[in-house]
């Protein structure tokens, strides 16, 4: 071997002998403690973010609970439009109702001239109320029944010792209802006890 080959070896030996002692030096050193400072600017941030991520999950929440009542209004609505659109159309049909009704009542039925004339009535007023039947329509004939304020409207009472008091003595006009909801309340005279009288 050369003596230029042994001074070129030499020289990279000598190059990289200290490159390989401070590397072992920088492997070997501990690190350096973090600066509290840095490290309590890091806890702030992520108390932020999770104090940020609890406020969106809160809203979330509430959206999607305000989403729901939304709907179920909105079915709802949907359900009352439905059960109560032939509303005013059936109103309508009442004084029909009430006048063919009356027309029976005024009839003499034993009334030769009269008989088939009062049969076509009655058939008419019962397929009319079949008819409205079918769309929730209901009559309401409480004769005999427990006054009810809600569906009875009280044009008088009288003292009866036939009923019990607060019952429903006679029927003036039928009451209707549609799917529940009163469309027009039975117009009656409610009995009520005989009076006590205290004179001696």
Known sequence: ????????????????????????????????????????????????????????????????????????????????????????FAGELLPVIDSLERALEHTDKENDAFKAVCEGVELTLKSLLSTVEKFGVVQINPQGEPFDPNKHQAMSMIESSEVAPNSVLAVMMKGYELNGRVLRPAMVMVAKGPSIDTQA
Do not use: C, G
């Not at 030096?25 to 992520?46: G, H, I, M, R, W």
């Open 1 to 88: 071997m050369s003596s230029k080959q042994h001074q070129v070896e030499a020289e990279q030996s000598a190059e990289q002998e200290p490159l390989t002692v401070e590397t072992e030096a920088t492997a070997n050193a501990e690190p350096s403690p973090p600066d509290a400072a840095y490290v309590a600017e890091l806890e702030q941030k992520l108390a932020d973010a999770e104090a940020h991520v609890q406020t969106e999950k809160e809203n979330a929440l509430r959206a999607l609970a305000e989403m729901e009542n939304i709907r179920r209004r909105a079915a709802q609505d949907v359900e009352k439009a439905q059960k109560f659109a032939l509303e005013k």
